[in-house]
């Protein structure tokens, strides 16, 4: 569908002079490009981790991401600079053709939108989401462009420029969503703790497993669809190498069975009170004196 807009919004905006029009065809034709990159993204994000990847394969379908906002960047200002170059072209008044075929671009991109942001919403797709608001601004700039050409169609006289601005107005929208998208790629490839909230509900089965008498700390970062999870836990001091070992298990095991966001849990288990009466995390060895 994304490819038959793209080629019909080209055509049309060829013919009918409107540089409005053939911007929204070549942002058709760079959500083909998105759009396929993250189903890639995706099949390759879902491949089960191996020796060279033991964190699985999530990371790609952020990278996916990423790929998808550069692309909107580059070809949002692609868009402006073809866009003003136009306004010392003559004018051409676009045909109805042209008022058409972006009307039939937005109805396309509300639904494809909408199908878009409740599958991200429900697998936790950065990708996915990318591409859905990718369709969502498609319908801001697709009213930007459709604004622009009735302008001109109608009062030609006044708004002679209206084409090639709103031409611009669509590639400046692109570009901001793009930037946009590879911010967020980038706070998940920068390992940035994730929302306070998901690591509550990590303390707060940790805490409820028999021998856990507190969280000392916690961290997780996203690798694509799921969150890996650092768990230190503290346990009853005086109790078997053996016993700690189990409940850090147990911690583990139903972490991963509660929580079907997370992706694998690394427990690290220590004595309840630690030195001085506080748990404290072991400090980098010095080096030794000369």
């Known amino acids: 569908m994304s490819t038959a807009l793209a080629v019909l919004n080209v055509i049309v905006g060829l013919r009918a002079g409107s540089v409005s029009v053939v911007a929204i065809g070549l942002e058709f034709a760079g959500d083909v490009l998105a759009s396929c990159v993250v189903w890639i993204g995706l099949q390759m994000a879902s491949r ?164 856990v008498i507190a969280v000392e700390k916690q961290f997780a970062r996203k690798t694509g669809l799921k969150y890996h999870i650092d768990l230190h836990l503290e346990v009853d001091p005086e109790m078997t190498v053996r016993e700690s070992h189990r409940i850090g298990h147990d911690v583990q095991a139903k972490v991963l069975e509660s929580l079907p966001w997370v992706a694998d849990v690394l427990v690290h288990v220590e004595p309840a009170g630690g030195v001085g009466g506080a748990a404290e995390p072991l400090s980098p060895a010095k080096p030794p004196r000369r």
């Open 48 to 211: 089960p981790p191996d020796a060279n990847h033991p964190y699985g394969h999530g990371r790609l379908e952020t990278v996916a991401g990423l790929f998808v906002g550069i692309v909107l960047m580059l070809g949002g200002l692609g868009i402006i600079v073809r866009s003003l170059a136009s306004l010392r072209e003559p004018l051409v008044q676009p045909g109805a053709a042209a008022i058409v075929s972006i009307a039939a671009a937005m109805a396309v991109r509300t639904v494809t939108s909408v199908i878009k942001f409740r599958l991200a919403r429900r697998i936790g797709s950065l990708a996915l989401r990318s591409d859905a608001w990718n369709d969502s601004v498609d319908i801001l700039s697709g009213a930007a462009a459709l604004t622009a050409v009735l302008l001109v169609r109608f009062e030609p006289a006044r708004f002679a420029a209206a084409d090639s601005w709103g031409g611009a107005v669509v590639g400046l929208i692109v570009a901001w969503t793009g930037a946009r998208l590879a911010r967020l790629a980038t706070i998940d490839l920068a390992d940035t703790m994730p929302d306070p909230g998901i690591l509550e509900d990590a303390r707060r089965v940790a805490l409820g497993v028999p021998g």
